[in-house]
């Protein structure tokens, strides 16, 4: 078990700052590229064709791949509020259970929509999809968007298999509740 925990520690934090830079690189380049175009936009009055068209698919894809770090961080399908009410009236036992539930169905749920999203990236390529620019191919919004969804499910499966090791240790007797204001 100590190994198992090693290992999925080691494999969140790699993850965390691999794909945390990178997305927070496609933000950042993103939002200053938005800046240009507004200034090109409304003091020069002239717009790069593709801007808009890059923005919006730059946007969601550094979003998606977002997620995986939310996960890792469990601020991402949660349901706090409900836990927290529960520990907080002392049904820990409940607790330490419904977050194996909760780690099994984002399992389930993303890796569906990941691996549910090959018929949608194959008729991608097949078809040559763009935007509405014609300048950008969609095939790699779409890839990025189905690697983001099974990333969240890779790490969501390590914390099930951590929330298993916890729940028969009985850790979930002296785990102190991290407070959150999100629902």
């Known amino acids: ?49 593709w801007g808009q068209d890059a923005l919006i698919v730059g946007m969601v894809a550094a979003v998606a791949l977002y997620f995986g770090v939310t996960q890792i961080r469990r601020s991402h399908l949660v349901m706090n509020a409900i836990v927290q009410l529960l520990h907080s009236r002392g049904y820990l036992k409940l607790v330490g259970a419904l977050r194996i539930v909760v780690s099994a169905v984002i399992v389930v749920f993303c890796a569906a929509v990941g691996i549910t999203g090959w018929p949608t990236l194959s008729y991608a390529l097949e078809r040559d999809l763009t935007t509405y620019s014609l300048l950008i191919p969609l095939w790699p919004f779409y890839l990025i968007l189905m690697f983001g969804f099974i990333l969240m499910s890779f790490i969501a499966l390590l914390q099930l298999i951590e929330d298993i090791i916890g729940f028969i240790r009985k850790d979930y007797l002296d785990t102190e509740m991290e407070i959150t204001t999100d629902v």
């Open 1 to 49: 078990m100590e190994a198992f925990l090693a290992f999925s520690q080691r494999m969140k934090n790699g993850i965390d700052l691999v794909v945390g830079w990178i997305s927070a690189v496609m933000l950042l380049v993103l939002t200053l590229f938005a800046l240009l175009e507004i200034v090109r936009r409304y003091i020069f009055g002239v717009v790069f064709e």
